[in-house]
């Protein structure tokens, strides 16, 4: 069964800093990841997925990094804004196609 | 092009109640979710449609969730009869295809059994 880890669950950082947001897995057989955003009480946002073929994405000043072979992904913010502050989530799809999403990151950038 | 549309935004139960939420996906998108996220967590999938057939639902919790996805568009999340623990948000999501296709949420129905 596929768990997903998000480290760590609350995150604040200064205006402008880039900063590194940390998602695990613990079956490697995935098909993809998405990294989402949500802000509060609303849904979900997708911002990049990546194929299991793939190792980055980017948008932006978004970058999503895939190594399946230790189970990591990471999502790499540059020069962050205080439009940035959300919960950042990430999911991955397994061999059943289903998502399964980590608890997330709480993001605050202060102005 | 539209989003997914979700009603209602909320909804205040007592426990024991029966509750039903709706889920319009994007035209055309022949595969539809529902999740359950609880305060804290990560979306958990319960249920996935394509089209108006059942893929998946090995975490529905069947004697008390239904759902039904008529003509393989609109769909519809029962909960009969509500407990405590069934407060959380429900996410609608769909996308165009099984598996590679990224998924696109609706707002969710944010739900408090009382």
């Known amino acids: 069964k596929q768990e997903v880890t998000q480290i760590p669950a609350a995150l604040s950082v200064p205006e402008g800093e880039n900063l590194v947001l940390n998602c695990s897995f613990t079956?490697?057989?995935?098909?993809?990841l998405q990294w989402f955003r949500q802000d509060p009480g609303k849904g979900l946002t997708s911002l990049l997925l990546?194929?299991?073929?793939?190792r980055e994405q980017t948008s932006g000043r978004l970058n999503a990094s895939l190594d399946k072979s230790s189970g990591r992904s990471t999502l790499y913010i540059a020069a962050s804004q205080p439009g940035d502050s959300a919960t950042y989530l990430c999911?991955?799809?397994?061999?059943?196609?289903?998502?399964?999403f980590g608890s997330g990151t709480q993001l605050t950038v202060l102005p | 092009e539209a989003g997914v549309a979700q009603s209602p935004r909320y909804k205040i139960i007592e426990k024991r109640q029966s509750v039903a939420f709706w889920c319009n996906p994007i035209?055309?998108?022949?595969?539809l979710y529902w999740y359950q996220q609880i305060l804290g967590q990560g979306p958990k999938l319960l249920i996935q449609?394509?089209?108006?057939?059942?893929?998946?639902d090995s975490q529905l919790p069947k004697d008390r969730f239904s759902a039904e996805r008529l003509k393989g568009v609109d769909s519809t999340l029962k909960i009969q009869p509500a407990k405590l623990e069934d407060s959380a948000v429900y996410l609608c999501?769909?996308?165009?295809?099984?598996?590679?296709?990224?998924?696109?949420f609706g707002p969710g129905t944010r739900l408090t059994v009382t």
């Open positions: 999501a769909s996308s165009l295809l099984l598996g590679a296709y990224e998924q696109y």
């Open positions: 079956d490697s057989a995935i098909y993809n």
């Open positions: 990546i194929q299991s073929s793939q």
């Open positions: 999911a991955a799809s397994g061999s059943a196609r289903q998502l399964t």
């Open positions: 035209s055309g998108h022949a595969t």
């Open positions: 449609f394509q089209n108006n057939g059942v893929v998946d």
